[in-house]
């Protein structure tokens, strides 16, 4: 992917400094979100800033491994604890309670990384920020990939610019204007590089918050009292943001350009999509059902060209897994029904 890169963008790797997993930063910070009277919210901003990729963690979701419900979900706490046989979940308040808290703690950490990179004054950062902005096509898509590459948390906007080339709204702007086909294509195969390099892991689907433990932190009192570490909310809602923002990619993008019939450049534009489905298909769990829907679907396509493309990928997925042939005959046969 990314053949156009002419800025070699860091993979996996994350600046040199203190390891993320020794709580020295929760132990200070750490502090209860909720009060047993009232359930406000007592969040204080943190002063320092809670992420910080190294050797030792260059991921997000390796962050804060060893800390202490990290990787927690209700169904691994409803599974150890048997609530009898009946899975606890979060009311709806709750989640939305810690979102709005998630997105606070998330606002903070930007804030501080962005006041770092002032204070720091690095030149070649400035410089790729420039060529995000003004530089030609194939160069702004490049850094945009490169400011994403390394910084995934604290600069998500850079993630926004790129889903917006392709026609994807976020929370932070839309584009309205007609998407050229260059141009998307361009940018999809930055995106879908950087989903399997940087952002999504490759060994488990993505969690929202309302998988989450949430209730154990509002139920918990006394000495039994349970409290959430702010970096615990932060890579939760972080998770979070970039389920959203990827399956956003997968219904805004793929799906839509799949959707679409016409002209042969289009045509070509839907093999693209296909092979793009199908490389995300191949390498991350999450949206698998989805994708393989997307591509089962083109079988069927009005377009020879398009057709014989689905076939392929569906041919290459299987020579890559071949203990997906039940789960890709089962959706083709439930396709032609």
């Known amino acids: ?11 996996r790797r994350g600046r040199k400094g203190k390891s993320n997993d020794d709580n020295g930063i929760i132990s200070k910070q750490g502090y ?7 359930h406000s919210q007592i ?6 800033m809670l992420i910080h990729l190294t050797d030792d963690t260059p991921t997000w979701y390796e962050c804060g491994r060893n800390t202490q419900h990290r990787n927690e979900t209700i169904f691994s706490i409803n599974r150890n604890n ?3 046989g009946k899975t606890k979940m979060n009311p709806h308040h709750i989640v939305t309670k810690y979102r709005a808290l998630g997105d606070s703690i998330y606002r903070q950490e930007v804030n501080l ?3 770092s990179s002032n204070d720091g004054g690095d030149k070649d950062q400035q410089w790729v920020e420039n060529t995000m902005k003004r530089g030609t096509l194939k160069d702004r898509i490049a850094a945009m990939s490169v ?3 390394s910084h995934p948390v604290h600069k998500l906007y850079a993630l926004d610019m790129l889903l917006n080339l392709v026609g994807v709204s976020t929370n932070e702007s839309s584009n309205g204007n007609q998407i050229n086909e260059r141009v998307s294509q361009m940018a999809s195969e930055a995106l879908t590089d950087l989903f399997m390099t940087t952002l999504l892991p490759t060994n488990r689907k ?12 509002e139920e918990s009192e006394g000495k039994n009292k349970v409290s959430i570490s702010p970096r615990t909310l932060l890579l939760w809602r972080y998770e979070e943001i970039l389920k959203e923002k990827y399956n956003a990619f997968i219904s805004q993008y793929l799906s839509r350009t799949l959707a679409q019939s016409g002209t042969a450049s289009l045509d070509l534009n839907k093999i693209s999509c296909l092979r793009t489905a199908c490389s995300l298909l191949k390498e991350l769990p999450e949206g698998e059902q989805v994708l393989l829907g997307l591509v089962v679907n083109k079988i069927g396509d009005p377009s020879k060209k398009v057709a014989a493309a689905a076939a392929h990928e569906l041919r290459r997925i299987l020579e890559a897994h071949p203990n997906m042939t039940t789960v890709i005959a089962r959706e083709v ?4 029904l």
Do not use: C, F, W
């Open 82 to 84: 048997n609530h009898n």
């Open 32 to 38: 209860d979100v909720s009060d047993n009277n009232n």
């Open 206 to 217: 993505l969690i929202g918050l309302e998988a989450r433990p949430l209730y154990i932190y």
């Open 1 to 11: 992917m990314m053949k156009g890169r002419n800025v070699n963008a860091p993979r």
């Open 43 to 48: 969040y204080k901003p943190h002063r320092t």
């Open 113 to 115: 990384s962005r006041s």
């Open 333 to 336: 046969r439930q396709r032609k």
């Open 147 to 149: 400011v994403v590459s």
